[in-house]
């Protein structure tokens, strides 16, 4: 507790109250004692993890390779900015004013699940639902791919299941047709060249590691990225809420659940506090992406690179906003081998799946949960 009596330039009077309250039988309140202690606590704590230039990052400098490494080690994440051309307040402006379209606009391009009338299964809009009793996350979520049309069934040697499942991953995206013209258009070339960026991104993060951990072959595993993913997503305010969306770690009424991911993520938080990652037991709020993005791996990935770096948990607290934010997640390939790492060792993964289109497969039957 030094240190953090130290940096915190707590009075003497806090000093002698948490003396008092440890001398106590009771340990009943250290869990509000510890947390004000925390809350008072310098911001500083991410200062130093590193904003990475988007242009070094793809162009495979070298020199950036151990900063992220030291990074991913540390903190479990990093930033990248200085991306040419890229406007963060232009997407959240084309967020709102979609998210603010009537509900029939809106029900065209909401998947099957929500309008049975609809083909599209993952890509396109699903509403969140404002049920304080049975949901815990509300946030309406608008879903993009990398795929624009969609491909012919593949003739490898699958069973019937997995073919199909290779063919229904490539689902092709939907956009709004609003009768503004002016607006779809903008709408889907800014996020096509959203998802590009974000893309761009998350691979060459890929290839910094595996130069940095001197794994060659990680590389391969994400060749392709049939079922990579990017969700645009709004949490309106609460005008209720229940107990069960107070943390069971610290009691932190919250927006997102506390989670570890599972692949490659990049995302988006714009100029929107509330999102906290975990740091030494403690979940602290991290700084906003404003202009760029935060990159950080899920627990998938981190098995797959023998454990080296950190899956950070992180969560959202609640806010008094509407908030938006964007999320792009980066998986292996379909037939990308997940069950050894690196090394040759067993994954978690491994104890089920052998490629990641089983994991997927999963996986698709608790989209919602994952995505909703």
Excluded at 133 to 156: C, D, R, V, W
Excluded at 199 to 217: K, Q, Y
Aim: charged share 25%; glycine share 6%.
């Amino acid at each position: 507790l030094q240190h953090y009596f130290i940096q915190s330039n707590l009075s003497t009077m806090k000093l002698l109250l948490l003396i008092g309250v440890l001398a106590t039988p009771s340990f009943a309140f250290l869990p509000h004692i510890f947390k004000g202690l925390f809350d008072v606590m310098s911001d500083d704590t991410f200062k130093s993890v590193p904003h990475i230039p988007y242009t070094a990052l793809l162009n495979d400098d070298i020199s950036v390779d151990a900063d992220i490494l030291a990074a991913m080690k540390e903190f479990g994440f990093f930033y990248v900015d200085e991306i040419p051309g890229y406007n963060a307040k232009h997407e959240q402006s084309l967020m709102e004013a979609f998210f603010e379209l009537p509900d029939e606009v809106k029900a065209e391009v909401e998947i099957r699940r929500h309008n049975p009338a609809n083909k599209n299964a993952y890509r396109g809009y699903c509403p969140g639902l404002d049920d304080v009793e049975n949901t815990l996350q509300y946030k309406n979520l608008y879903n993009i791919g990398p795929h624009e049309t969609q491909g012919t069934m593949s003739n490898k040697q699958d069973d019937e299941k997995m073919k199909k499942l290779r063919h229904d991953i490539q689902e092709p995206n939907v956009w709004p047709s609003t009768g503004d013209c002016e607006f779809d258009k903008e709408f889907k070339e800014t996020f096509q060249e959203g998802f590009e960026i974000r893309r761009n991104i998350a691979r060459a993060f890929v290839r910094s590691i595996s130069r940095a951990l001197e794994f060659p072959e990680l590389t391969s595993l994400f060749a392709e990225d049939e079922f990579s993913a990017m969700g645009l997503r709004k949490y309106p305010v609460r005008k209720r809420i229940n107990e069960n969306m107070y943390s069971d770690y610290d009691s932190e009424l919250l927006r997102e659940l506390e989670h570890v991911d599972s692949t490659v993520t990049v995302l988006s938080t714009f100029n929107n506090p509330g999102l906290q990652m975990l740091y030494e037991g403690v979940y602290r709020d991290a700084p906003v992406s404003d202009n760029g993005f935060i990159v950080n791996i899920g627990k998938l990935v981190d098995d797959i690179i023998d454990n080296q770096l950190v899956s950070v948990k992180h969560r959202v607290k609640e806010t008094e906003f509407d908030r938006y934010s964007i999320t792009y997640f980066l998986g292996p390939q379909f037939d990308a081998d997940i069950s050894r790492s690196m090394s040759g060792e067993p994954t978690e993964a491994g104890r089920k799946y052998r490629i990641f289109g089983e994991w997927i497969k999963d996986y698709l039957g608790a989209i919602e949960l994952f995505y909703y």
